[in-house]
């Protein structure tokens, strides 16, 4: 089997001449879009052998209509984010080359975070991973659902463009980073209303413009991981290590392909080869061969050279 078909018969769920691997990492400002960003993915796949490429996407989402989102009502204010903007251009032109590159041999996708967890961390203007519980988007849509639930709307029909753009240039699908499913967060009614429906809207464009290889990654811990049963996906990913369901639990709630088993902070972050053989081992005796897809629960810690990612891959060949 090649790495085309033997992620296409993962996702199936048929037998495999070997689990396939998929891992990330996040690279340096300078490498978020254009050549540099090509460049640097297409070393990684190179040096870890990974079976798909995993387009990182490090890039602002550009509000439209106002400079910054200070109060729930300046959501309304939002418009969408041309298609032409230079940013999503340079990004576009990455993918492009890494396409050029290896998308004869390997699936690629690109990453897309959710309409709620782009709309928190853009409201300064820029891009701001500070408020990584969410704080910020979840109290405007307590406090003014109507407005911020608009915002949302605008930021996932720019999102959904985005993601059909790069299928039509020749991605299999994208890689959708979901936030907002803690147990803690939102009522399942309030979910669906204020999440679930605004993420459908760039998983059903992608779906419609020819998505073959939707990963979903639920992100954070204490997940609802069945608030995300129907979504239009074809693989899941999350980490089970941060009071989530088990990989196996998970797989009954949501019925898909499965990619995980290693802890994305754990003997990977350490490069200790033996501990990622035995990770390895341990998660193929317990999950099995079949509907499943080696990788970590997120992106892995730290400064990790890419042949460490060869190790766990082979390791899942022994």
């Given amino acids: 089997m090649d790495k085309i078909q033997r992620v296409r018969c993962a996702i199936a769920g048929h037998e495999v001449d070997r689990i396939p691997a998929g891992f990330w990492t996040h690279f340096p400002p300078a490498a978020s879009t254009g050549r540099a960003m090509a460049d640097a993915h297409l ?8 079976d798909f490429v995993k387009v990182m996407n490090d890039n602002p989402y550009r509000l439209v209509g106002l400079d910054r989102i200070d109060r729930p009502s300046d959501w309304r204010r939002l418009r969408p984010e041309p298609r032409d903007s230079s940013g999503r251009l340079a990004y576009l032109d990455g993918v492009k080359a890494i ?7 390997a699936l ?31 109290a405007h849509l307590k406090e ?11 930021i996932a029909e720019s999102l959904a463009m985005l993601a059909v ?7 299999a699908g ?7 499913a803690e ?16 993420d459908r809207v760039v998983l059903d464009a992608a779906r419609a413009a020819g998505a073959t290889f939707n990963l979903l990654h639920v992100c954070g811990a204490d997940q609802r991981l069945e608030a995300y049963a129907g979504y239009p996906v074809d693989v899941v990913n999350w980490a089970p290590q941060m009071s989530n369901p088990s990989l196996i639990e998970g797989r009954r709630l ?18 200790s080869r033996p501990a990622i053989e035995r990770e390895v081992r341990e998660a193929v005796a317990a999950f099995g061969a079949r509907g499943f897809m080696l990788g970590a629960g997120c992106a892995v810690t730290g400064e990790v050279d890419p042949e460490v990612f060869a190790w766990a891959r082979d390791a899942a060949t022994a």
């Fill in 165 to 171: 753009d790069c299928i039509e240039a020749g991605a």
């Fill in 43 to 50: 070393d990684f796949y190179r040096r870890s052998g990974v």
């Fill in 254 to 271: 949501l019925g898909k392909t499965v990619l995980g088993g290693l802890d994305q902070s754990g003997p990977l972050s350490t490069a």
């Fill in 99 to 105: 396409l050029d590159a290896v998308g004869h041999e």
């Fill in 174 to 180: 994208v890689f959708f980073s979901a936030n907002g």
């Fill in 183 to 198: 147990r803690g967060r939102f009522s399942e009614e309030q979910f669906e209303r204020h999440i679930g429906r605004t």
């Fill in 108 to 138: 690629v996708i690109v990453t897309v975070f959710n309409p709620f967890a782009t709309a928190n961390d853009n409201r300064s203007g820029s891009l701001d991973f500070s408020d990584l519980t969410f704080g910020g988007i979840s």
């Fill in 144 to 154: 003014d659902p109507e407005a911020t639930a608009a915002g949302l709307q605008v």
